[in-house]
Structure formats: C-alpha cells, structure tokens
C-alpha cells in the first residue's frame, strides 16, 4: 500500500498498539479504511478504492499512507477531472477499528469514526488511533479497549434507563387512562339522565297521543251523527189529494194546555164554514239517550 504511482501525493497514517483495559493485555487490530468514491490517475490508473482492510499483530503499530483528498488533476472512476473549488476535496475517508484477543475471532470492541480528509498542507503522521476517545493509562499512542465488565455495566445503566422511561410513559398512560374513565363516567350519567328524560317525554308523548285519538275518535262520531242528521229526511211522505167538498175549514185559536190533558180540538164556527181551535198539551221534558253509532240514532225514529 506504500507503493503510488509517481506524482501521486500521500500522507502517513498509523494504527495499531492497542490493548485490554482490563488486564493489559496486547489486541489484535483490524483496520478497515474506506474512500467516500474510486479515483483514477490522469492517464487512467486506479488510485483510491472503496475499502481495503488490514490486520495489525497484537501489541504492533502500523504506518501507512494514503493519498491526500485534495489533490489536483485527480479523476473520477468515469475518467471524468475533478475540478476541485476552494475547501473542497475529492474524497473523504472512514476508517473501522475492530479488536480481537490474540487467537480468537469474536470482536471484544469496535470504533467508527469520520469521514475526514487528509491536506496537503499538513505534513504530520495521522494517527488512527487518536480518531477514538479512550482511556489511556499511560501510553498516549496506544488504544485502551474497555474490559467486557465495564460493557456489562454500561449495558445494564442503558437497560435501567431505558426501563425508568418506559415506566414513567406507563405512569403517564395510566393518568391519561384514568382520566378518560372520569369523562366516560361522567358521560354515563350524563347518557342515563338523558335517557330518563327521554322516557318521560316518551310517555307524555303517548298519553298525549292517546287523548288526542280519543278526542279525533269523538270528533268523528260527532260529525257523523250532523251528517246523519243533515242527510234525513223529516218530511215524510205526502198524502193523497181527498175529494173536494163543499165544507171549508180554517183554523182558529191554537192553545197550549197542562202537561198530560188530553188534545183538544173545537169548531166555533158553522158545519159549512169550520173554524178549528186547537189546544195542545204542554209536554213532558225529555232526555237525550246517548247515540254513538248510526244504529242506535236510526233506532229512536223506527
């Protein structure tokens, strides 16, 4: 990886040296640089790949380098120039540190960090390792890895905040539950002295309508006993025509006698000329038999 193309400008990063917080002991390091694109060199080389990945013994330092993200003339993997404006690269990196113990393939810790550039401008080593914030008891350039204990505890106090959370959303829940039962009571009752209301009108409402049935009903016969009485004939029929005779009557006085005296009926004129004086006794009052169909009213005239 050390080996460019001429005129290819690079700068040095190192990774490696890292051990166990817990007991010191020396981690294998895997390092993983990624590029943000491919890049080629002006006469079609390629330059910069998307990933590489390389491992460090346990206890050792790597130095490498990487070509610089702000170089002149560089292409894309199209062959197109990159025209770079002021503060702009052409790419960015992302380095991936995974840490094993020396013979082993499960990771015991894993760091991320970018993207970054690397100037031209600055000379220095970039140190991978100081892209990772870590205790470092003692050895500044080395990467202390968190013993699997203090993980534990870390996980544990996420887990225990986690839970304080989802209990105070539960507390809140049930407030807001409780809450919604008060207003559904309430609604309830209110729903209940509604509905009583409403069964009181609804009876009002029936007897209502049964008096006004009733007063429809009496109506009706009423008007049916005025047609009966409109439609009846109380003339009754004519008599025959007598014989013409030469006596002639005309009729006098017309009296009213006492209650239950016999009709009477006087000529005080001649036996050719009558002159008829009437006395009619004076009747009993009457009583009005209740009628309620036409049956009973055609009854009284038969």
């Known amino acids: ?3 460019w193309p001429q005129g290819v400008v690079t700068r040095q990063v190192s990774a490696g040296s890292a051990y166990i917080l817990e007991d010191g ?15 080629t ?21 790597v130095l ?3 070509p610089v993200c702000d170089m002149a003339g560089v292409r894309d993997e199209h062959g197109q120039e990159i025209m770079l404006g002021e503060h702009e690269v052409t790419h960015t990196y992302e380095v991936i540190l995974r840490f094993y113990l020396p013979g082993s393939s499960m990771v015991i810790d894993s760091r991320t960090r970018g993207p970054f550039a690397l100037l031209t401008a600055d000379e220095s080593i970039l140190d991978l390792d100081l892209l990772i914030p870590t205790e470092t008891p003692g050895q500044a350039t080395a990467v202390w890895v968190g013993d699997r204990f203090t993980e534990f505890i870390q996980i544990a106090q996420s887990q225990a905040l986690a ?3 989802r209990a105070d959303e539960a507390s809140n829940s049930a407030s807001v539950a409780e809450m919604n039962s008060t207003i559904a009571t309430q609604a309830a009752t209110q729903s209940q002295q509604s509905s009583a209301t409403a069964s009181s009108q609804a ?3 029936g007897s209502d309508a049964r008096a006004a ?11 049916a006993f005025a047609r009966s009485i409109a439609d009846r004939d109380w003339t009754g029929e004519r008599g025959i025509p007598g014989p013409p005779g030469p006596v002639r009557a005309t009729i006098g006085s017309v009296t009213t006698g006492p209650a239950g005296s016999l009709a009477q009926v006087v000529n005080s004129g001649t036996n050719q000329d009558l002159i008829l004086n009437f006395t009619i ?6 009583q009005l038999t209740e009628v309620s169909t036409w049956a009973d009213f055609s009854s009284m005239f038969q």
């Open 1 to 3: 990886m050390s080996s």
């Open 213 to 223: 049935a009733q007063h429809a009903a009496a109506a009706h016969a009423d008007a």
């Open 64 to 66: 490498l380098s990487l």
């Open 203 to 205: 009876v009002q409402a």
């Open 25 to 39: 002991t020396p981690a294998v390091t895997e390092v993983t640089i990624r590029a943000s694109r491919s890049l």
């Open 41 to 61: 060199t002006p006469d079609g080389r390629p330059l910069v790949s998307l990933s590489r990945t390389f491992r460090v013994d346990a206890g050792q330092e």
């Open 163 to 165: 839970a304080a959370a």
């Open 281 to 286: 006794p004076r009747g009993n009052p009457g």
